[in-house]
């Protein structure tokens, strides 16, 4: 008897739900021709992004190719020949695999690598969704305009060495350090 009732509360319940939008005007969202806009952290579109220095941010380290579970980022790394710096000197993203975890993005120490709200890159040619380098870099630092990472992560370069970046002490002289 008891569950005869439950069923009857839960067929209640869904009707009553059915008759609370009958009356509701419908909202109909135009796309394409309205977008609506979409919050910054949206996962779609993936981009390289630069330090407020124009340099590209990414130190070709391999940490968002080990994070992506689909493997569909790879790289080869370089290094500058004027500051010693790293960078890739091929960056490629399958998006034909992507599944806009943002694994990447979380791994990246440099915030190089970042996911925007463009979702329009569908296409039918599932080669064309291979992206290089040069069609995922971009002129700015995205959701993080100031952050350099050269300036602050103590890495050392022909152009700064130990002790000499942003916020860093002088490296303390471990044999110095006697009892
Ligand atoms: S968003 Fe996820 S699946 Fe896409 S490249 Fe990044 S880690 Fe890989
Ligand atoms: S995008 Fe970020 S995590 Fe990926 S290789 Fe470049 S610096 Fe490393």
Redesign the pocket.
């Known amino acids: 008897m008891s569950s005869a009732i439950e069923a009857l509360k839960a067929l209640a319940e869904g009707f009553g739900t059915t008759f609370k939008h009958l009356g509701r005007k419908p909202i109909t969202e135009q796309y394409p021709e309205y977008k609506r806009p979409l919050p910054e952290r949206t996962?779609a579109r993936?981009v390289l992004t630069c330090d407020p220095g124009g340099d590209e941010r990414c130190v070709a380290c391999f940490l968002?190719s080990a994070?992506?579970?689909?493997?569909?980022?790879s790289m080869e790394a370089a290094e500058r020949k004027k500051d010693g710096r790293r960078y890739a000197g091929w960056f490629r993203?399958?998006?034909g695999?992507?599944?806009?975890?943002?694994?990447?993005?979380?791994?990246c120490p440099t915030s190089a690598?970042q996911?925007t709200p463009d979702f329009e890159i569908c296409k039918r040619d599932v080669l064309s969704m291979v992206y290089e380098k040069e069609d995922l870099q971009v002129n700015h630092g995205g959701k993080d305009r100031e952050y350099n990472f050269y300036r602050y992560a103590g890495v050392v370069t022909l152009v700064r060495g130990k002790g000499e970046h942003v916020k860093e002490t002088e490296p303390v002289n471990i044999r110095s350090n006697m009892p």
Do not use: Q, T
Not at 67 to 73: D, Y
Not at 97 to 107: K, T
């Open positions: 996962r993936i968002c994070a992506c579970p689909v493997s569909c980022i993203i399958n998006f695999r992507c599944i806009f975890c943002g694994l990447c993005e979380e791994a690598i996911l």
